[in-house]
């Protein structure tokens, strides 16, 4: 990851907005979720966000700038067959916490979007396990439906921009009312 951040830093100079927006998950029943796809979900979405956040602090410690960490309506509300998931985004929300603590006084800001369910492609790749109950997943709809990619990039901009300048350890929910 240094080596990377260092080519990034090379050819377009220090960053002053880092945005960690990967994520993975999948429907499962606690029980009968495999151990390797447990750890891969928390890796994706938990522990690249702290490696790529450690390997471009020092640049934004020097220049000042703005974090912004990508998790989940999850992070703020269970959902049944997500276990992991909602673990790792609810890491995330607070990871992001720690740091906004940890950098107050030192000019990085560190601020979370969490998006409700959002139009792409992942979402259709989700299977519910045999016999799970749709009434379960009803909790998670909204009578505003999906967000676009494009209502999610826009409130990134915004969090991590000049205009959010006295925003930080903050939780923006785009979720279409979920976490009322």
């Not at 830093?9 to 495999?34: H, K, S, W």
């Not at 990619?149 to 923006?172: H, R």
């Amino acid at each position: 990851m240094g080596r990377t951040v260092s080519e990034v830093v090379d050819q377009l100079g220090p960053p002053r907005v880092v945005c960690n927006v990967a994520g993975i998950g999948g429907f499962y029943r606690t029980e009968e979720m495999p151990l390797e796809r447990w750890e891969q979900i928390l890796a994706v979405n938990l522990t690249g966000p702290f490696l790529v956040c450690r390997a471009t602090l020092p640049h934004l410690l020097e220049h000042g700038g703005s974090i912004v960490n990508v998790a989940s309506n999850t992070a703020l509300m269970g959902q049944s067959y997500s276990a992991a998931y909602c673990a790792s985004k609810a890491g995330l929300l607070m990871f992001s916490k720690a740091l906004a603590a940890e950098f107050l006084s030192r000019g990085v800001r560190v601020n979370v979007v969490a998006p409700g369910g959002v139009d792409t492609p992942l979402i259709g790749t989700f299977e519910l396990p045999e016999g799970a109950d749709m009434k379960e997943l009803s909790k998670i709809m909204t009578p505003m439906g999906f967000s676009t990619p494009a209502e999610i990039a826009a409130s990134v901009a915004f969090i991590a921009s000049d205009e959010s300048s006295y925003t930080t350890g903050s939780v923006l929910s785009v979720d279409g009312g979920l976490t009322i």
